[in-house]
């Protein structure tokens, strides 16, 4: 576990790939779990550790994931997550495929499927037709890096919805490398899909500071010359 950025109200870790976020019914271990182990050790804390999760990334994904140490900070940031307000996401995610253009905005509507736990891109006559509810994805993408096989695409969200990326991703032929659900040839070795989230900029929810944190990419990146 690596921490990014601490202080009195916030905890950032570089979340690995494969590692739980927050409990399932797997039973395993959660990121959770072992930063409210780490802050009671530290901080030699008495009792229960208060550790608010604001916002959560896939487990086959990596990259920056920030919990709030105070309930004040928690209350704060996931009104800002909620509505988009001095929060930018930004992901790497590789894709065999390049999209046609260097850079671009993807606007489509999603409809969930829990019991499948995916995404679907649908129309506005289908989902007149099917009543069904359906979400505005919006993301903004631009090719930063090319390797001899793959892409490195730069990812900032304006929505977030289930599955964004690797939904919008595969919605224009370019699904990211390992992920079978979303229509990747074969999948990586660890069983996890080359998206990272890279870096999370935001106002302190406390402090009403600029604050950036920002997630090494693993080793796979390497590939890219940035």
């Given amino acids: 576990m690596t921490i990014l950025y601490e202080d009195n109200h916030l905890i950032a870790v570089n979340k690995e790939c494969g590692e739980l976020v927050q409990g399932d019914k797997t039973g395993d271990k959660s990121l959770i779990d072992s930063l409210k182990a780490y802050i009671k050790e530290k ?4 009792g229960e550790v208060f550790l608010g999760l604001p916002h959560r990334i896939d487990r086959p994904t990596s990259g920056v994931v920030l919990f709030a140490r105070t309930s004040k900070a928690l209350s704060r940031l996931c009104e800002m997550f909620k509505e988009h307000t001095a929060i930018e996401k930004v992901y790497w995610a590789v894709t065999a495929e ?3 253009e260097g850079e671009g905005t993807l606007r489509h509507l999603l409809v969930r499927n829990e019991k499948m736990n995916k995404s679907f891109v649908v129309s506005s006559q289908a989902l007149l037709k099917g009543h069904q509810k359906a979400q ?8 930063i890096g090319h390797s001899e096989r793959y ?3 730069e ?6 919805r289930h599955h964004q990326i690797r939904c919008q991703l595969a ?3 370019c699904p990211i490398k390992g992920d079978l659900k979303y229509g990747a040839r074969r999948s990586n070795p660890d069983g996890g899909i080359s998206l990272h989230a890279r870096s999370i900029t935001l106002l302190h ?3 009403k ?4 944190i920002t997630a090494p990419a693993p080793k796979e990146f390497e590939m890219f010359s940035l």
């Fill in 43 to 46: 901080y030699d804390k008495p």
């Fill in 205 to 207: 929810p406390v402090r």
């Fill in 98 to 100: 390049c999209p046609a």
């Fill in 171 to 173: 919605a224009i032929g």
């Fill in 209 to 212: 500071e600029p604050l950036t």
């Fill in 151 to 153: 892409h490195l695409l």
């Fill in 155 to 160: 990812i900032r969200l304006e929505t977030g």
């Fill in 136 to 143: 505005e994805a919006v993301l903004h993408y631009r090719v």
